[in-house]
């Protein structure tokens, strides 16, 4: 049944490249085949829950300018209005996947009691709608980072009974995301860093957090879910410093506390940028390091320096990203989440629509474009010609610790031969790109 919120709609039809149609796609077919893989299956969209029907437009000189009727979803009915809405528009962009956190789809009290009931409550009207409309659940997690007791951290808080709260929470959404067969379940530390190193404890910070991810783990093994859990990695914003720097250090910080098997990442392009990575860089490394999970797609202002989530509109620097997951052999449980909002002059209820049906295309254009890269494979296989003197049997031995750096020295020494440097082609590389993207 329609609620209204967007007149009129139907399920967004894929009409091709010649619509001008606002409410169609013009790349995004979900059957088209690409790699011998449905584009759905191979993208899994998902609708974040947060910025599109919580987020009330606000900055930091202005309030609310969206005005939803739902807001301010302060009691079970207005959440339940919220849902409605929430997956009447998931059915018409057709993605399968959404997500969400605890504070974004319940009414939010003081009482963890209170909190706990209404999220199982919330869970059952959303078993009703995931079975009617068949959309499923990409990841759950918890908002550790708005209430004030949270101001000093969740599991990095110096007060012990803050950390419990924040246990408490994530056990109550891992179990909510659990029951709703969530295939994934994320944390991101937003609070997790510091505002100031004059009252900061790094060490007993870092012990807690190990803790606390480690908690996290066993209690999924505990329980039964099967998805992954992952780690969201964000340099700063809000915190000065977040611990969670980037994919590199994260896992460092997961080595550290027996975690590297255990845990993977959520990498999201703002995140990546505010990082001074590119949004590739971040994922090829998570890949290099056997701890890629998930992606939150979005586009960082490159000028602000803060955190824009706008949707994705560069095929370009898309299609690398996906070229990178497509060589990871594509997404296992994770997909992508657009972790994007509007701009807050963006008032009207299809405003919501017309951006992500954009992002859609974006990521459909993106993908196939990085398919193309690959069954062509120039680049691929000029990266393996780059390296291919590695299978030579002496370097073979250098590299798996048969040779000593006298023995490397004594053999130069020797030979005295001068090795010859070989052109990089970069701008070469780049006109191969251009031929597809
Ligand atoms: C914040 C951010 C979060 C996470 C989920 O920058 O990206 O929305 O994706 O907590
Ligand atoms: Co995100």
Known sequence: MSTGFFGDIGKIPFEGPDSSNPLAFRHYDPDEMVMGKRLEDHLRFAVCYWHNFVWPGTDPFGGETFQRPWFPADTMDLARQKADVAF???????????????????????????????LMAICDYFEGKMSE?????????????????????????????????????????????????????????????????????????????????????????????KGQIMVEPKPQEPSKHQYDYDVATVYGFLKRHGLEDEVTVNIEQGHAILAGHTFEHEIAMATALGIFGSIDMNRNDYQSGWDTDQFPNSVP??????????????????????????????????????????????????LKAA???????????????RYAGWNDPEAVAMLNGERSLEEIAAKVMATDAQPKPVSGRQEYLENVVNRFV
């Open 133 to 225: 409309t068949g959309v499923k659940l990409l990841w759950g997690t918890a908002n550790l980072t708005g209430n004030r007791r949270f101001a000093a951290g969740a599991a990095t808080n110096p007060d012990p009974e803050i950390f419990a709260y924040a246990a408490a929470l994530v056990k109550s959404c891992l179990e909510a995301t659990h029951r709703l067969d969530g295939e994934n379940y994320v944390l991101w530390g937003g609070r997790e860093g510091y505002e100031t190193l004059l009252n900061t404890n790094l060490a007993q910070e870092d012990a807690q957090m190990g803790r606390f991810l480690n908690m996290v783990v066993e209690h999924k093994h505990k329980i039964g879910f």
């Open 317 to 366: 620097e898309v299609a690398l990203a996906y070229y990178h997951i497509l060589q990871d052999g594509g997404f296992k449980s994770g997909g992508t989440n657009f972790d994007a909002k509007l701009r807050r002059q963006s008032i009207e209820p299809d405003d919501l629509l017309i951006a992500h049906i954009g992002g859609m295309d974006v990521c459909a254009r993106a």
């Open 88 to 118: 009447e528009m998931f059915a018409a962009l057709g993605v399968p996947y959404f997500c969400f956190h605890d504070f974004d789809v319940r009414p939010d009290q003081d009482s963890y009691a209170d909190n706990h009931r209404d």
């Open 371 to 385: 398919a193309a890269m690959i069954e062509d494979g120039t680049l691929p296989q000029f990266v393996a010609d």
